[in-house]
C-alpha cells in the first residue's frame, strides 16, 4: 500500500464549503505522515493567488488560510495547474507560498505510483 495521497481541489469561492473540507483532509492525511499533494486546478487555481482564501471561513472550521498554511507548514505540497492558472490570467509573482505551478504530467505520474486520491 502507498504512503500517496493527492487531493484534487477544484473549488475557491465558488464553493467554500469544499475548499475548506479538502485542506481539512489534507491535513489529516500529512499529519498521518501520508506525502500529500493538493492539486488546485479549475477554479481551484485561484487559491494559489496571494490574498484570495484570506477572507474565507466556514463555520465550524479554522479558517482557510490558516488550514493552507498549516498545510504547507506540515510538509504538504501544493500543485497548481499549469492551464487553470493560465485561463485565470493570474500572475506567477502571486504565488502564496509553497505553491507550484505544474502540468498534468506531475499529476498522473503521482498517481501512477500508487497515490490514494479524493475531490472537492
Not at 466556514?58 to 493560465?86: I, R, T, Y
Not at 490570467?89 to 505544474?102: C, H, K, P, W, Y
Request: negative net charge; charged residues 20%.
Amino acid at each position: 500500500m502507498t504512503n500517496k495521497f493527492l487531493v484534487s481541489l477544484t473549488n475557491g469561492k465558488s464553493d467554500t464549503d469544499r475548499a475548506t473540507v479538502g485542506f481539512v483532509v489534507a491535513n489529516a492525511a500529512v499529519a498521518s505522515g501520508k506525502e500529500v499533494v493538493v492539486f488546485l486546478n479549475i477554479d481551484g487555481a485561484y487559491l494559489s493567488d496571494k490574498g484570495y482564501a484570506d477572507d474565507i471561513h466556514e463555520s465550524g472550521f479554522a479558517p482557510l488560510k490558516d488550514l493552507m498554511d498549516q498545510f504547507v507548514e506540515a510538509g504538504g505540497v501544493l500543485w497548481v495547474c499549469s492551464p487553470c492558472h493560465k485561463k485565470r490570467e493570474l500572475s506567477e509573482e502571486n504565488l502564496i507560498e509553497g505553491a507550484t505551478i505544474v502540468g498534468g504530467a506531475k499529476v498522473v505520474e503521482f498517481l501512477s505510483e500508487g497515490a490514494a486520491s479524493i475531490t472537492y
